[in-house]
Structure formats: C-alpha cells, structure tokens
C-alpha cells in the first residue's frame, strides 16, 4: 500500500468514527446493536466491529473486508458487523452508494416493527424518494442479504430502507450523507407519530 492510499484509508476510518459516534449519541442505536460502513475503493469497504457500540468505534476496531470474498482484515479480537453481508450486496447493487448507517431508530423501527409505512406528513418528507420495506429475516443471515440487495436493486433512488421488524438502512455518498438520511428518517417517523396522537379539532 503506497502513502497516499494508506492516507486515505486512515482517514476514511477517522471520518467513520466520528459519523458511529454522533449515530450512538444521538440516539439512533442503543447498546451494541447498529453497524456503519463506507466504500473505501472498488473491491473493499470498512465498517465498524461487532460486539461494540458505536460510541466505542476507533480507527484501530474498524475492519476491512472485502466485498466480493467477504474475506476481512482486523486486528485481533475484532470482527465485523454480523451485517456485513448486507453492506457488501448494497455496495455490489448500487455504485453511487459509498456509505451506510444501520441503526435501531425509535420511532422509524416502529413504524418497521408494524411493517408501516413511515406517513409522508411534513415538507421535507415529501421530497424523499419512496423507503422500501424489507421483509423480516434473521440478522446477520444471508437471506437477509439477498431481500436487502433485491430491495435496493429494485428501488435504484432509495435513500432509506424499513428492514421489518428490525431498524433503518440509510446511503449515501459519504458518511455524512448517510447519517443524515438516517436522522430525517427519524425525525419523519416522531413527527407523523406525534402528529397522529393529536385530535383533528385541536
């Protein structure tokens, strides 16, 4: 690996944990649960370790993989996100997705633990491309990967996807972005909560 590519590298991992951390201190994920990835060239990504919580990612914990043999690099004891057979199929389906935030959103996993569409009720919702849903299989499994690759080939502008009974997968084309879409989710889901406990009348 040559200087400017293991400069690169080096902060891309500083850029994922500042995007883990303010996921976890916002309240996005609870405990260990939640994963964030990012596209580091054509052939590999990095994403966070599991058994961590967000809040605890450093660039020493993040993992390599690499997306075609699933095959990963890490320093000893640390692993990859169980759900990093997901990330791969979304970076394999989608070129112009080069990060992504799987978190436990309250009230946008509501709303996927009833299989419900999040209700488009503000301005800024309406804006959003459509969030398709993906039907509940275990975590980590690679049925889950595959309905997840289905979801994201068959909707090509999605930028928030429901997982049933689970969380929220957000892209975009860097971390920040994809953190961002994971927030206004999240913001979409209280509001169209809060606003359905309001009477009609006031």
Known sequence: MDGETMEREQALRRQL???????????????SGGNVSARL????MLITASGLTLGDTTPENIVKVDLETRAWEAGEPFIPSKEFHFHSEIYRARPDV??????????????AVRRMDIPYVTDAAFKQPPMPH?????SGTLELARKVREAAESSSDFR???????????VGRDLMEAFIWA???EEMAQIAFIASMIPENG
């Open 17 to 31: 944990c500042e995007i883990s951390v303010r996921t976890y201190e916002r309240g996005l994920v609870r405990g």
């Open 183 to 185: 927030d206004l989710a």
């Open 41 to 44: 060239d054509e052939r590999t």
């Open 134 to 138: 993906v039907s509940f299989s275990p």
């Open 160 to 170: 928030v996807m429901l997982l049933d009974e689970h969380g929220i997968v957000a």
């Open 98 to 111: 080069n990060a992504i935030v799987h978190c436990h959103a309250p009230y946008a996993t509501a709303y």
